[in-house]
């Protein structure tokens, strides 16, 4: 499996983006995924999860109501909107493939992307 994640950048404080992972290797309709974000100086922390399906979701406290997480099956990617941004939102971004939809325990890692909020 790969999993490649892209849409990072740089933004100011109040701003959004949209992270995408693309996954391939194998059937991306049989693993739950996740959003997961590793700031400075601290520990990779889950910051969204989604069932097979997309019907089920669950968000870290610090990001609900600001980032959406979705999949799209049909092109084998999973999504992270992400509106409002705050300067502690900064952290690299990676996807996770497997485990269940909101675990910290996942069978694959994309590399990562940086998203850096500026105030």
């Known amino acids: 499996v790969q999993l490649q994640a892209s849409g990072g950048g740089l933004v100011q404080a109040g701003g959004s983006l949209r992270l995408s992972c693309a996954f391939s290797?194998?059937?991306?309709?049989?693993?739950?995924m996740g959003w997961f974000r590793r700031a400075p100086g601290k520990e990779r922390e889950i910051v969204a999860g989604?069932?097979?399906?997309?019907?089920?979701?669950r968000y870290a406290d610090s990001v609900k109501g600001r980032f959406t997480i979705s999949r799209d099956n049909a092109k084998n990617t999973v999504y992270l909107q992400m509106n409002n941004l705050r300067p502690e939102d900064t952290a690299v971004y990676y996807c996770?493939?497997?485990?269940?939809?909101?675990?910290?325990?996942?069978?694959?890692w994309g590399q990562g992307t940086q998203v850096t909020v500026s105030s």
């Open positions: 989604i069932s097979l399906s997309g019907s089920i979701t």
């Open positions: 996770g493939a497997g485990g269940t939809f909101y675990s910290n325990v996942r069978d694959y």
């Open positions: 290797g194998r059937t991306f309709s049989s693993y739950a």
